[in-house]
């Protein structure tokens, strides 16, 4: 005949559990997103993008000026933080290769945080989790906001055409 327990796992055990849980959940709900837009010069031909990791191959994408921009978002790999995306650029016989996540970056790029609560005591909240792109005739720009006015990521140039 089996006993049954008369103890129940003690607050800090069970506090500790709650945490784990709660931070596994986030991490497996949390995307990030990518952003690619074409800013170039009116009746030029197409960019042409195609974008990779490790485990997938968002194959060729052409993508014209003025139209919406190419976007997907994916979940990092938080257990072993190697998750990288990058991307083959190809306009007007000139290219360019790099990365446009990296999770060694951190939220340095990626993400934009607004501290709330009261200053003894201060809180982050997360406003977005987006690498913006805009591709131009003289090389890529990075954002971490597509508000070209936003104090919180002007656009800067972060590779030229011919970068590898």
Same mark, same amino acid.
């Given at each position: 005949?089996?006993? /049954?327990?008369? +103890? ?7 506090? /500790? ?11 497996? *709900?949390?995307? @990030? #997103?990518?952003?690619?837009?074409? #800013? ?9 993008? %195609?974008?990779? +990791?490790? =485990?997938?191959?968002?194959?060729? #994408? ?12 994916? %979940? $990092? ?5 190697? &998750? ?10 000139? =290219?360019?290769?790099? =990365? ?7 939220? &340095?790029?990626?993400? %934009?945080?607004? &501290? *709330?609560?009261?200053?003894?005591? $201060? @809180?982050?909240?997360?406003? +977005?989790? &987006?690498?913006?792109?805009? *591709?131009?005739?003289?090389? /890529?720009?990075?954002?971490?906001? @597509? ?6 990521? +002007?656009?800067?140039?972060? #590779?030229?055409?011919? =970068? %590898?």
């Amino acid at each position: 005949m089996k006993s /049954i327990p008369t +103890s129940f796992p003690s607050t800090k055990s069970l506090f /500790i559990n709650i945490l784990t849980l709660s931070l596994v959940c986030s991490a497996c *709900v949390c995307k @990030i #997103h990518v952003d690619i837009s074409n #800013h170039l010069p009116d009746g030029s031909p197409p960019l042409t993008v %195609r974008c990779q +990791s490790a =485990d997938d191959d968002l194959g060729y #994408h052409e993508l014209y000026p003025n139209q919406p921009s190419y976007t997907w978002a994916f %979940r $990092p790999d938080w257990w072993l933080g190697t &998750t990288l995306f990058f991307c083959h650029f190809w306009w007007d016989g000139k =290219d360019a290769v790099f =990365d446009v996540y990296n999770e060694d970056w951190g939220t &340095t790029y990626c993400a %934009r945080f607004k &501290t *709330v609560g009261p200053s003894w005591s $201060p @809180i982050t909240e997360e406003l +977005s989790n &987006t690498c913006y792109w805009q *591709v131009m005739s003289d090389g /890529i720009y990075l954002s971490r906001t @597509i508000d070209p006015f936003s104090s919180e990521g +002007s656009w800067v140039q972060t #590779h030229k055409w011919g =970068d %590898r």
